[in-house]
């Protein structure tokens, strides 16, 4: 397992990304890191579980219904 955590590989990808912008401003930060980050969350828990929702809402700590609809959302169903 790596020692390296998942703060730590946001803080080095955000850091590269501002460097990346050369003094442009960015918009919408906050949705853009969510949503980068929450498509391949759901991905990875949904194939733990085994496909199935409820079990991986649990491990979300998120209602089944909130998880169907970020699914939808995400295209992954």
Same mark, same amino acid.
């Given at each position: 397992?790596?020692?390296? #955590?998942?703060? @730590?590989? +946001?803080?080095? %990808? ?5 460097? &990346? ?6 918009? #919408?930060?906050? @949705?853009? +890191?969510?949503? %980068? ?5 759901? &991905? ?34």
């Amino acid at each position: 397992m790596s020692k390296k #955590s998942i703060e @730590d590989c +946001v803080r080095e %990808t955000l850091t590269q990304y501002f460097k &990346d912008l050369d003094g442009a401003e960015p918009h #919408s930060l906050h @949705d853009m +890191v969510i949503r %980068t980050v929450e498509k391949p969350l759901l &991905d990875v828990v949904m194939q733990q579980a085994g496909g199935n929702q409820s079990k991986a809402a649990e491990w979300l700590g998120i209602n089944r219904n909130t998880l169907r609809r970020k699914l939808l959302e995400h295209q992954l169903i």
